[in-house]
């Protein structure tokens, strides 16, 4: 009897457990279930890349593709005029310059620059304080072709038959070096040549010139102006490698006659009295 009694109460102390775990597990909310976060990628921007300075550059100084390069910018952020990679070479402005001073890294616009044959190029290519003077030669006096726009001359004055010689054994013939170190940015109106690498399709168009342009400083400019109402002007082509640091004017140094340049007309040996004849005054050249 107390066996049967001892054996309900651990069986309804089980069924009680059980019945008490069971609900438990019932009352317990079940765990999430992880959730994968997917990112939502951002909007990609389109880009563009736009021609800009590599280099501080200055109004004069002739462009080449080293001076530039294209920089990546947002497609918005892209400004009218601005020249895009797409759409532009950057080897055509080579020789252009720039009509105002640029900082590394400035953007570069078509109206920025100016090429030669566009007006205002020669005064853009000027040195600051220099002047653009033009003065007559010829094909001959000016080395016949062989002096291009971008080289450096000496500037020679010749005077022919304008007076005597003393003892009339010589013609009247002087010449001297009024200039030297002179850049020529011009042959007749032809000033495309003076940009790197824009040299003329036909050779001949500057074979045959009678004015070339020179730049000088203001005092020389007035000296020339002079000096072509005088003579011939002859242009002397100086080499590359030139010491002469800058330009010089040579108004004082020496003249070069037909005395230093040949022995063929010499001063007379002959000795001379003076015969008087009443009045008259005759002079006579004695025999060596």
Do not use: C
């Not at 294209?70 to 020249?83: E, G």
């Not at 054994?169 to 042959?187: E, G, H, M, Y």
């Not at 002959?270 to 002079?283: F, H, M, S, T």
Request: net charge neutral; charged share 20%.
């Amino acid at each position: 009897m107390k066996k049967d009694a001892l054996l309900t109460a651990v069986a309804a102390v089980v069924v009680a457990t059980g019945v008490a775990l069971l609900a438990k597990a019932l009352l317990t909310p079940a765990a999430p279930e992880p959730v994968t976060v997917v990112e939502k990628p951002a909007d990609v921007v389109p880009q563009s890349r736009i021609l800009v300075a590599a280099q501080d550059i200055q109004p004069g100084q002739f462009l080449d593709s080293a001076m530039l390069q294209w920089q990546a910018v947002d497609a918005d952020q892209v400004k009218p005029l601005q020249l895009l990679q797409n759409q532009f070479r950057i080897e055509s402005v080579r020789g252009a310059t720039i009509r105002t001073p640029l900082v590394a890294g400035s953007a570069i616009t078509e109206a920025m620059l100016i090429r030669a044959g566009n007006a205002g190029f020669l005064a853009t290519v000027l040195q600051k304080d220099m002047r653009a003077v033009s003065i007559p030669t010829s094909a001959v006096e000016s080395s016949f072709g062989l002096i291009s726009a971008g080289d450096h001359v000496d500037v020679i004055l010749s005077l022919t038959n304008q007076g005597s010689n003393s003892d009339n054994s010589s013609p009247f013939l002087k010449s001297q070096t009024i200039l030297r170190n002179a850049r020529v940015l011009a042959l007749n109106n032809r000033i495309d040549t003076l940009a790197p690498g824009n040299q003329p399709k036909d050779a001949k168009a500057v074979r045959s010139f009678s004015t070339v342009t020179l730049e000088v400083r203001p005092q020389v400019a007035e000296q020339l102006s002079i000096a072509k109402e005088l003579g011939d002007l002859m242009l002397a082509l100086r080499p590359l490698n030139s010491s002469d640091d800058g330009q010089t004017s040579s108004a004082d140094s020496r003249i070069t006659t037909v005395t230093d340049t040949t022995r063929i007309y010499q001063p007379s040996k002959q000795a001379v009295i003076n015969a008087y004849r009443g009045d008259a005054l005759e002079p006579i050249a004695l025999a060596d």
